[in-house]
């Protein structure tokens, strides 16, 4: 990935994407802001506890930084995919001028729209960006793992070509960081959500690692969400070589990134957005 610095903030841009003139994206880090520890320093989610004007203070940041207002629906770890245009409906508490926080509750959006930017917040889930550069449309999704069970990363290429007539084989796509395998254990009761959707079921990758504690079915099981997703962007369509993996855990890199899981609570979320150039 390359490392951008707008301002105070740090953030990283996937290879690939950098070299299309359509797009506008950013994944930041935890530095550059001006919330308090625990906080410290740019964290993007009110839910975490933090000061909401120091938050509000992050947003400006990472907007300015990409010069795009940033629109951001209520992610549920499920698989909704919503289409985000400047006409769509806000919540009672909308924002600053450059920031709205939308009605709708979904783990993907979609837009078309040159000049408005899709943007979460993440702390281990995968945020997932895809570009279309033939319709010059857009997509954000937020996979944790109960989005990935649920071929949330499918569901959104399936969108974008009934939305806008996508090809699969044309999108690009970028795996930004998030947990990896090294770091994330999960019970056999994860294991089993993903039998209820066959296309997650058919890609997801777990590891057993470890002695059995009694027989071979009792041994750790770990989660590959990038692997997951990466497959299942194979399967809906895309070309291996048009899928970019940061390969940065979030587990591991908490120098850069903030992790739900492995920190101590309460800690932040950082910011990932991506929208199209205005025209």
């Not at 699969?168 to 795996?175: F, I, N, R």
């Not at 070309?239 to 920190?263: K, M, P, V």
């Not at 309460?266 to 910011?271: I, L, Q, S, V």
Request: hydrophobic letters at 40%.
């Amino acid at each position: 990935m390359i490392e951008c610095h707008a301002g105070t903030c740090t953030y990283l841009r996937f290879e690939r994407l950098s070299q299309e003139p359509a797009i506008v994206h950013g994944v930041f880090t935890r530095h550059g802001g001006v919330s308090a520890p625990p906080f410290a320093s740019l964290n993007a989610s009110v839910a975490t506890g933090d000061d909401p004007a120091a938050v509000a203070n992050n947003r400006e940041i990472i907007a300015g930084a990409l010069e795009l207002p940033l629109a951001s629906a209520r992610p549920v770890h499920g698989a909704r995919v919503v289409e985000v245009t400047s006409r769509s409906s806000t919540s009672p508490a909308s924002g600053t001028r450059r920031w709205r926080s939308l009605a709708d509750e979904a783990d993907a959006m979609m837009t078309d729209e040159p000049g408005l930017g899709l943007f979460w917040a993440f702390a281990d889930c995968v945020p997932l960006i895809l570009f279309d550069p033939a319709h010059r449309a857009v997509a954000l999704v937020h996979a944790g793992w109960r989005g990935t069970a649920q071929a949330i990363a499918a569901r959104a290429v399936r969108a974008m070509r009934a939305r806008y007539g996508s090809r699969p084989a044309d999108l690009l796509a970028g795996v930004a960081p998030a947990i990896g395998k090294c770091c994330y254990r999960v019970s056999h009761e994860v294991r089993a959500c993903f039998d209820a959707t066959p296309e997650a079921r058919d890609t997801a990758c777990f590891e057993r690692r470890g002695e059995p504690e009694g027989d071979a079915a009792s041994r750790p099981v770990y989660l590959d969400l990038w692997e997951s997703n990466r497959r299942q962007l194979l399967a809906a369509g895309l070309a291996s070589d048009h899928i970019e993996l940061a390969g940065l855990c979030t587990g591991c890199r908490t120098d850069l990134f903030y992790s739900h899981r492995i920190e101590s609570k309460p800690t932040g979320r950082f910011g990932v957005a991506v929208g199209l150039a205005p025209a």
